[in-house]
């Protein structure tokens, strides 16, 4: 079946720390993959996408490339705020339906 | 501006009632979907519609029901036979492109966080 596994947290940066979520995916076929953030009592927005091997997301500095061969779609980002503190969430969406699959989520704390 | 409309952003539930929970989008997408997200946990589907007048069960459609009458909008109603309703309901559309949907991003609106009394 289809799944998300991203790195648990909280996650607790100072500021202008480098960033690493990891998450890996299992998925039959080649899926499309998302990262989306949730702020506070908020929905979901769109971070970024990738729909294809090697393809590259990016999106306000933040980066993830689409590894086949490893099955991962780790976020990065080199120099994090407080502002992007919030939730990180990878998703999949596999080749037949369009439905996303989520992860559990990842929370970032950034202290200035 | 286009976008998701979710009301009412904090709702509550009675033993024995039903609620509805609205969700209106002007993005002219096709596909309308509704999750729960419990905290610390991540987003599971419950119902989701591609086309108006057809919807089909996500992996908890128990003790929920869905309409899609029009293209812009797609109400959920949590019945009294979902025993724990308390979480935060999360409503999103998607459009679709030559490989269908699974390339477009779903975009979501604020939520509703529904509670019992």
């Known amino acids: 079946g289809n799944s998300v596994t991203q790195m648990e947290g909280p996650v607790t940066l100072s500021e202008e720390a480098f960033l690493t979520i990891n998450c890996t995916y299992t998925?039959?076929?080649?899926?499309?993959l998302f990262w989306y953030v949730q702020y506070p009592g908020e929905g979901l927005q769109l971070l970024l996408k990738a729909t294809k091997a090697d393809d590259k997301g990016s999106n306000k500095g933040f980066e993830a490339t689409y590894r086949k061969e490893t099955t991962s779609f780790h976020l990065e980002k080199g120099s994090v705020q407080v502002s992007d503190s919030a939730v990180y969430f990878c998703?999949?969406?596999?080749?037949?339906?369009?439905?996303?699959?989520f992860g559990q989520g990842t929370e970032l704390s950034v202290k200035p | 501006d286009g976008g998701i409309t979710q009301s009412p952003k904090y709702l509550f539930r009675k033993e024995g009632q039903n609620v509805t929970l609205s969700c209106e989008q002007n993005l002219n997408h096709d596909a309308m979907y509704w999750y729960r997200q419990d905290p610390g946990q991540g987003l599971r589907l419950i119902y989701y519609?591609?086309?108006?007048?057809?919807?089909q069960k996500g992996d908890i459609a128990e003790g929920y029901s869905v309409s899609r009458e029009k293209k812009e909008s797609f109400p959920l109603t949590v019945t009294s036979a979902q025993k724990n309703p308390t979480a935060f309901y999360l409503c999103?559309?998607?459009?679709?492109?030559?490989?269908?949907?699974?390339?477009?991003?779903?975009?979501f609106g604020d939520g509703t966080r529904l509670s019992i009394l």
């Open positions: 519609s591609q086309i108006v007048n057809d919807f």
């Open positions: 998703a999949l969406s596999p080749r037949e339906g369009g439905k996303l699959i």
């Open positions: 999103a559309s998607s459009s679709s492109d030559r490989g269908g949907f699974s390339n477009q991003p779903q975009h």
């Open positions: 998925a039959t076929g080649y899926p499309s």
